[in-house]
């Protein structure tokens, strides 16, 4: 399995304050995404990136990805209390239509 | 609107009792999938389906079924429901070779 694990498992931190969250994968990738689910609700799209780019911004949002250490990373700058949410990675290969999505990473944001 | 619609959104049910969780998307797109969310485990692919008469088995298809008959709709099915089928089933629809999902609310499922 090519399962995406994120790291950290939970995150708290000050609203303002800059959060970073890990992905880690295991086979080669043709596309890597996030998304955001909000407690118990459906997930929503953040942001794709390709495995030929090395770096996407969307607002506040920052992707980069690192195909030889086959991680990603998601930067949310300047945290609001809306960002608290959980926040899931997605991974899809060549010839394989299969989806597949981390554990996770419970990011709370305290005012 | 745009969206992605799951009936039922909460169900409780004994085992054995066969079911059927429908799902229906709006946006025309061709690829469709079901997960199940459970704590600790992420959310992991049942089945997907590539357009209509076409579906595969994602990670954890044991016991679902599923089919695609027409392209608006992806219905999963539980022939014979068990305790372990327990868990929170999502829906979500995208277009071929973008695979930015758009998902359904969800359906929380216990099995007794």
């Known amino acids: 399995s090519q399962q995406g694990e994120e790291d950290p498992q939970a995150l708290s931190i000050q609203e303002g304050e800059n959060a970073t969250m890990n992905c880690s994968y295991k086979t080669s990738i043709n596309n890597l995404q996030w998304y955001r689910q909000n407690s118990g609700r459906g997930l929503v799209h953040l942001i794709l990136i390709r495995s030929n780019e090395r770096e996407k911004h969307s607002g506040r949002l920052r992707v980069t990805l690192d195909t030889s250490k086959k991680s990603s990373s998601l930067l949310i700058t300047a945290s609001r209390a809306a960002d608290t949410a959980s926040y899931f990675c997605?991974?899809?290969?060549?010839?394989?239509?299969?989806?597949?999505f981390g554990k996770g990473t419970r990011l709370h944001i305290l005012p | 609107e745009a969206q992605v619609t799951q009936n039922p959104r909460y169900l409780i049910t004994v085992t054995g009792k066969k079911l059927t969780v429908t799902c229906s998307q709006n946006m025309n797109h061709e690829y469709m999938s079901w997960y199940r969310q459970d704590p600790g485990l992420g959310l992991r692919q049942i089945y997907y389906?590539?357009?209509?008469?076409?579906?595969d088995k994602g990670d954890v298809p044991e016991g679902y079924k599923v089919s695609r008959k027409e392209k608006r709709n992806f219905p999963l099915i539980l022939e014979s429901p068990s305790p372990n089928q327990t868990s929170l089933y999502f829906c979500?629809?995208?277009?071929?070779?973008?695979?930015?999902?758009?998902f359904g609310p969800g359906t929380r499922l216990t099995v007794t």
């Open positions: 997605a991974t899809d290969a060549w010839r394989d239509d299969k989806i597949i």
């Open positions: 979500a629809s995208s277009l071929p070779g973008r695979y930015e999902q758009y």
């Open positions: 389906s590539m357009n209509v008469e076409v579906t």
